[in-house]
């Protein structure tokens, strides 16, 4: 008996063990109380105040694989299509509108395994701060009092944020393994929001600082796998250019060329070797030739290439924030006073009496990277006719119940009565406002993947009027929608870059490493010449 006893107590012994080994594998389990309650309010997930430590634990770890292993499952088909598209992986339309084979597809192409997110969250100073711009580094290092040597660019400061990033922590008396808003102090409001549209995430509506922080500290992970397998992608086609290329100029040596480029690297070459061995010869000790003019200069050309293709996510995050800002400013030339007004007054920003069009276009520009604060009355512009006729029924104001009674009343003149109603509440704050507000955030969280879905040709197309925007000729429900869409984001959300923007611009970068590689390869014939040119369209046509 005493045997049996000894056995189950050695079994659960090791079944403890066991699992108190599994446990402390997970990132959370050496988290602070403050990092645990951070992340559940980071992700939306309610807990109770206050509460223990285990409690705390206990929920990250029930979201925790929902959250960071594989955030995906909660996406809709529209993103999970989004994703493979970015991916290279076109879905037929049978199968674009089936989430769960949508996941099953994002799942197998997915960024990183459990263990690598795991091992990731453990070690948060070795990639959150690589999102960042050379300034943003620079403000860091600075306001930390982190020496940098001169000249400082992009990859020392990296390197020595990463190396200070503890004692930084520590000097502000805060934690650093689920960073605190310690880590954006030097960030305005615009540097979150911009890093957010850099990165094609809407920001919260309505927002604060602290909710823009959450949103860019929750959403870093995703950006800098993103960013590293895009870098990856580019640096490994501009090998295969940079190789394709040497072969092509190995081919085109002569005999003589060839006999020359292993004399001056002491490649010993047999008596009678033919020519097609000599090459053989010379691709063999290719990677060891960085000595000779020719093969060092490919080298150096190759090294510099792909190390400005894997800094070009900076270069990149700049020129997506361009063109996005372009593409706002061509947006905002064609609305109307109203709309321009409008967008001001959702983000809290004094209008000027009697300002001109072009003054109140010069302040949107200016706040193209605000955040909208809080509700509006223009935040009924958007709701669907149902929205809109189940709020004027609830908001408890006469007038607007009977307007919601009324027979034949137009979307325009429900969309009047609830800015009325809502303009109401607002002026009598308390229990009203409370509500109004309340119903606005169910509103629009339900409403938000599914704007304009419903709405009529005609309600479209009075939408776009308020904007000021001309409707082409012959446009079909899909593409009005579509026009609706884009201006609604740049009227919510203001300048926002598309997710695969930044990823294009990195694209771009890797062309520009294969003309590099041509240029520093220094190719002497003809021949040569023609047969590089080749490659290099190939390289631009397969990209």
């Given at each position: 008996?005493?045997?049996?006893?000894?056995?189950?107590?050695?079994?659960?012994?090791?079944?403890?063990?066991?699992?108190?080994?599994?446990?402390?594998?997970?990132?959370y389990?050496?988290?602070?109380?403050?990092?645990?309650?951070?992340?559940?309010?980071?992700?939306?997930?309610?807990?109770?105040?206050?509460?223990?430590?285990?409690?705390?634990?206990?929920?990250?770890?029930?979201?925790?694989?929902?959250?960071?292993?594989?955030p995906?499952?909660?996406?809709?088909?529209?993103?999970?299509?989004?994703?493979?598209?970015?991916?290279?992986?076109?879905?037929?339309?049978?199968?674009?509108?089936?989430?769960?084979?949508?996941v099953?597809?994002?799942?197998?192409?997915?960024?990183e395994?459990?263990?690598?997110?795991?091992?990731?969250?453990s070690?948060?100073?070795?990639?959150?701060?690589?999102?960042?711009?050379?300034?943003?580094?620079k403000?860091?290092?600075?306001?930390?009092?982190?020496?940098?040597?001169?000249?400082?660019?992009?990859?020392?400061?990296?390197?020595?944020?990463?190396?200070?990033y503890?004692t930084?922590?520590?000097?502000?008396?805060?934690?650093?393994?689920?960073?605190?808003?310690?880590?954006?102090?030097t960030?305005?409001?615009?540097?979150?929001?911009?890093?957010?549209?850099?990165?094609?995430?809407?920001?919260p509506?309505?927002?604060?600082?602290?909710?823009?922080?959450?949103?860019v500290?929750?959403?870093?992970?995703?950006?800098?796998?993103?960013?590293?397998?895009?870098?990856?992608?580019a640096?490994?086609?501009?090998?295969?250019?940079?190789?394709?290329?040497?072969?092509?100029l190995?081919?085109?040596?002569s005999?003589s060329?060839?006999?020359?480029?292993?004399?001056?690297?002491?490649?010993?070459?047999?008596?009678?070797?033919?020519?097609?061995?000599?090459?053989?010869?010379?691709r063999?000790?290719?990677?060891?030739?960085v000595?000779d003019?020719v093969s060092?200069?490919?080298a150096?050309?190759?090294?510099?290439?792909t190390?400005?293709?894997?800094?070009?996510?900076?270069?990149?995050?700049?020129?997506?924030?361009?063109?996005?800002?372009?593409?706002f400013?061509?947006?905002?030339n064609t609305?109307?006073?109203?709309?321009?007004?409008?967008?001001?007054?959702?983000?809290?920003?004094?209008?000027?009496?009697?300002?001109?069009?072009?003054?109140?276009r010069?302040?949107?520009?200016?706040?193209?990277?605000?955040?909208?604060?809080g509700w509006?009355?223009?935040?009924?512009?958007?709701?669907?006719?149902d929205?809109?006729?189940?709020?004027?029924?609830?908001?408890?104001?006469e007038?607007?119940?009977?307007?919601?009674?009324?027979?034949?009343?137009?979307?325009?003149?429900?969309?009047?009565?609830?800015?009325?109603?809502?303009a109401?509440?607002?002026?009598?704050?308390?229990?009203?406002?409370?509500?109004?507000?309340?119903y606005l955030?169910?509103?629009?969280?339900?409403a938000?993947?599914?704007?304009?879905?419903?709405?009529?040709?005609?309600?479209l197309?009075?939408?776009?009027?308020?904007?000021?925007?001309p409707?082409?000729?012959?446009?079909?429900?899909?593409?009005?929608?579509?026009?609706?869409?884009?201006?609604?984001?740049?009227?919510?959300?203001?300048?926002?870059?598309?997710t695969?923007?930044?990823?294009?611009?990195?694209?771009?970068?890797?062309?520009?490493?294969?003309?590099?590689?041509?240029?520093?390869?220094n190719?002497?014939?003809?021949?040569?010449?023609?047969?590089?040119?080749?490659?290099n369209?190939?390289?631009?046509?397969?990209?």
């Amino acid at each position: 008996m005493r045997i049996s006893v000894t056995l189950i107590s050695l079994a659960l012994g090791a079944s403890s063990v066991m699992g108190s080994s599994w446990f402390s594998n997970a990132a959370y389990n050496k988290w602070h109380e403050n990092e645990l309650e951070r992340w559940l309010s980071d992700h939306n997930v309610p807990y109770p105040t206050p509460a223990d430590r285990k409690d705390l634990e206990k929920l990250v770890q029930q979201n925790w694989e929902s959250n960071v292993v594989s955030p995906y499952k909660n996406w809709d088909a529209a993103k999970l299509s989004e994703y493979l598209k970015l991916k290279g992986i076109e879905t037929k339309d049978t199968a674009a509108s089936n989430k769960d084979y949508l996941v099953n597809q994002v799942q197998g192409t997915w960024y990183e395994s459990e263990d690598k997110a795991q091992s990731a969250w453990s070690s948060v100073k070795d990639w959150i701060l690589d999102t960042w711009t050379e300034s943003q580094l620079k403000s860091f290092c600075d306001h930390h009092g982190i020496p940098v040597p001169q000249p400082r660019k992009r990859d020392t400061l990296l390197e020595r944020a990463r190396t200070a990033y503890d004692t930084a922590a520590k000097k502000a008396g805060e934690t650093a393994a689920y960073p605190g808003n310690w880590l954006y102090e030097t960030w305005s409001e615009s540097d979150l929001k911009e890093w957010l549209d850099t990165n094609g995430i809407p920001a919260p509506q309505p927002t604060t600082r602290d909710k823009l922080i959450a949103s860019v500290r929750r959403n870093s992970r995703l950006a800098y796998l993103r960013m590293q397998e895009t870098s990856a992608s580019a640096q490994a086609s501009a090998k295969a250019a940079y190789d394709s290329v040497t072969d092509k100029l190995i081919d085109s040596w002569s005999e003589s060329q060839l006999k020359e480029f292993c004399d001056k690297n002491s490649i010993n070459v047999p008596q009678g070797t033919k020519v097609n061995q000599l090459r053989a010869l010379v691709r063999k000790h290719r990677a060891e030739l960085v000595g000779d003019t020719v093969s060092a200069t490919a080298a150096s050309a190759f090294g510099a290439a792909t190390s400005n293709v894997g800094a070009g996510y900076a270069q990149a995050t700049d020129s997506a924030s361009k063109a996005a800002q372009d593409a706002f400013d061509k947006a905002i030339n064609t609305w109307s006073e109203t709309r321009l007004k409008a967008y001001l007054d959702a983000r809290g920003v004094p209008v000027p009496h009697a300002s001109k069009t072009d003054e109140l276009r010069a302040l949107v520009r200016k706040h193209s990277h605000k955040a909208a604060s809080g509700w509006t009355a223009w935040t009924f512009d958007d709701l669907s006719y149902d929205n809109l006729k189940a709020y004027l029924a609830a908001s408890g104001n006469e007038a607007a119940k009977k307007a919601s009674e009324k027979a034949g009343a137009t979307r325009e003149d429900l969309v009047k009565a609830a800015q009325s109603a809502y303009a109401s509440a607002s002026s009598a704050g308390g229990s009203s406002y409370a509500s109004a507000t309340n119903y606005l955030a169910k509103a629009t969280d339900s409403a938000k993947a599914s704007t304009f879905d419903t709405w009529s040709d005609s309600e479209l197309k009075a939408y776009l009027d308020s904007y000021g925007i001309p409707v082409p000729q012959g446009s079909n429900l899909n593409e009005l929608r579509a026009l609706a869409r884009r201006q609604w984001t740049y009227f919510k959300y203001g300048t926002s870059t598309p997710t695969g923007t930044i990823f294009a611009k990195i694209g771009e970068n890797a062309k520009a490493t294969w003309d590099w590689v041509m240029t520093q390869l220094n190719i002497g014939t003809e021949a040569a010449k023609k047969q590089a040119q080749e490659v290099n369209a190939k390289a631009h046509k397969e990209l």
